[in-house]
């Protein structure tokens, strides 16, 4: 099993919503990322997780909050939300080799999220 | 901090060869190489690490130059599947993260 499974595939949500997005791997991996991408840009990093504990956390706002309830599932919380939080979230997953470098990412198909 | 890649775009017909590049203004530990076609996740191509090391796809070949801290990408006998926004994607030897470039859309027509 080579996927990466990330739910729900769509979401619509108004600012004062709370929902969450879910992600899971089966791969064995004891990474997993994290990815905002806008349109017709690169993902950017958001949260790293190793070994089911946060690494990294690039600066993201606390209406985002990550979850690593074990070593095969990656939550995102959101609340609270602005319109221009509307993107494609992507999660991946990688080995951890040599160190904390980063792997190969394997990419879920993302969760497009929109806030109205 | 995000690399730099060029060319943001190139057209190609079918056979034709393309290269990309992706430059870094910080000491790299590791480049990355990845595709995304619209609508979809993007999909490891290769991945070259400080000292040599390479790693990915059979038909799809890459150089690191660790000095000048840049990559590049070669599309040989460029294929319709080919299409896509390639990304390059670099990681400092001091900061275990992944930054991605802008990325270049390759269009091969027949």
């Known amino acids: 099993d080579t996927e990466v499974t990330q739910t729900p595939k769509h979401l619509v949500m108004g600012m004062t919503n709370k929902k969450s997005l879910k992600c899971e791997q089966h791969?064995?991996?004891?990474?997993m990322y994290w990815y905002k991408q806008k349109a017709k840009k690169p993902p950017e990093l958001m949260f790293v997780?190793?070994?089911?504990?946060?690494?990294i956390n690039e600066s993201v706002p606390s209406r985002f909050s990550p979850e690593c309830p074990n070593s095969s599932l990656l939550n995102l919380h959101l609340h609270a939300l602005q319109p221009e939080d509307s993107a494609l979230y992507l999660c991946?997953?990688?080995?951890?080799?040599?160190?904390?470098?980063?792997?190969?990412?394997?990419f879920g198909e993302g969760s497009r999220l929109t806030v109205l | 901090q995000q690399p730099v890649q060029s060319p943001q775009a190139v057209i190609l017909r079918e056979g034709e060869d393309a290269v990309i590049n992706c430059s870094s203004s910080?000491?790299?530990?590791?480049v990355h190489w990845y595709r995304q076609k619209h609508g979809e996740a993007p999909v490891f191509l290769m991945i070259?690490?400080?000292?040599?090391e390479q790693k990915g796809h059979d038909k799809i070949s890459a150089s690191f130059n660790e000095k000048k801290q840049q990559s590049s990408l070669y599309l040989t006998a460029s294929q319709l599947s080919y299409s896509g926004t390639y990304f390059c994607?670099?990681?400092?030897?001091?900061?275990?993260?992944?930054?991605f470039g802008a990325g270049t859309t390759v269009t091969v027509r027949a």
């Open positions: 994607g670099t990681e400092g030897v001091y900061d275990y993260k992944l930054s």
């Open positions: 070259l690490l400080k000292g040599g």
């Open positions: 991946a997953s990688s080995q951890i080799s040599r160190g904390h470098n980063t792997g190969e990412l394997f």
């Open positions: 791969m064995g991996h004891r990474a």
């Open positions: 997780y190793s070994y089911e504990k946060l690494s």
């Open positions: 910080k000491a790299l530990y590791s």
